[in-house]
């Protein structure tokens, strides 16, 4: 094992070490992107799309994750890769336009928070094909290539008549700007594209699966170990219990994993270990998901 020397670190994290704790804290708390073999080739598609020549049928995606396992974080970092910036003619141009869905999607709702993040004036009790003239008129100035609608969650809507709607609405969006539309969702959001039959054979699915213990777990936890500053490594891809530990714990998400490792790293500081332990990982103040489910449902 290492002395506490930081060797174990990326060169800008074992800058942080000789930091008070709580700004060491304050970094493993931040948003981090940690690249892994199924992100990148999402990022790939990802990219395949924002080149695709326009064409009358332009190619969608959707990209399917259980909750907080690494979609939206997936999906900013390419958002950070192709940010919007001025032109030489005074306008935006935003190639990935990303928005969060609204929480019941419908048709008029989607036209409005495309109007709102444009900061475009319209009567928000307007008729939807009043406020779809504005957002075709919106959306085609500033020379986009992706629309990316996050956490598309169909539960709230009973009918399916309204999710067809919906879903035909972004058809009618991509076919006339003559763009891609990425949706992010679970399997939920899959079920229901799978039973709109003119809108399922457009949104290939890709999916983000949960954390198993293999190669690709133990490389992610080399990557995070990297970018925690902790004096001491814990060589958290060779210990065998640990890494078994970890992703009991997190119950297999990268998002969950991020939360935890941040908790046992911040008692691991606070405690003077500088390293994480078993005892640390059990003890550290984190709940796992399921458990808070549980404690929710006894109110």
Sequence with gaps: MNDMNGDHLSPKTRELLD??????????QKDS?????????VLQQLEDLLKHPKCDRMPNLAIC?????????????????????????????????????????EESRLYSAILLKLCKKFRPTAPAQEKLVFVLDALSKIEIRILALDEVNFTEVGTAAKQKRF????RYLANELRISIVCLGTEEM??????VSSVENRFPPVVLPQWHIDNEF????????????????????????????????????????????AAAATEAMRSGTERLTEEIIDGCNYVPPSTRK??????
């Design 19 to 28: 930091r008070p704790i709580e700004e060491r804290i304050a970094h493993i």
């Design 33 to 41: 992107w940690i690249p892994y073999s199924q992100a990148n080739k």
């Design 65 to 105: 994750a259980q909750t907080n396992n690494g979609k939206t974080r997936l999906m900013k970092h390419f958002l950070s890769l192709h940010p919007a910036a001025g032109t030489s003619g005074g306008t935006i141009a935003a190639p990935v336009f990303y928005l969060q869905c609204p929480s019941i999607p």
């Design 167 to 170: 879903l035909n609405a972004l």
């Design 190 to 195: 899959m079920r229901v594209i799978r039973s």
């Design 218 to 261: 133990r490389k992610l936890l080399a990557s995070f170990e990297k970018i925690i500053p902790l004096k001491s490594p814990s060589d958290l891809q060779d210990s065998t219990t640990l890494t078994a530990k970890l992703l009991t714990r997190s119950e297999g998400t990268i998002g969950e994993l991020k939360t935890l490792l």
């Design 294 to 299: 549980q404690r929710l449902a006894r109110g």
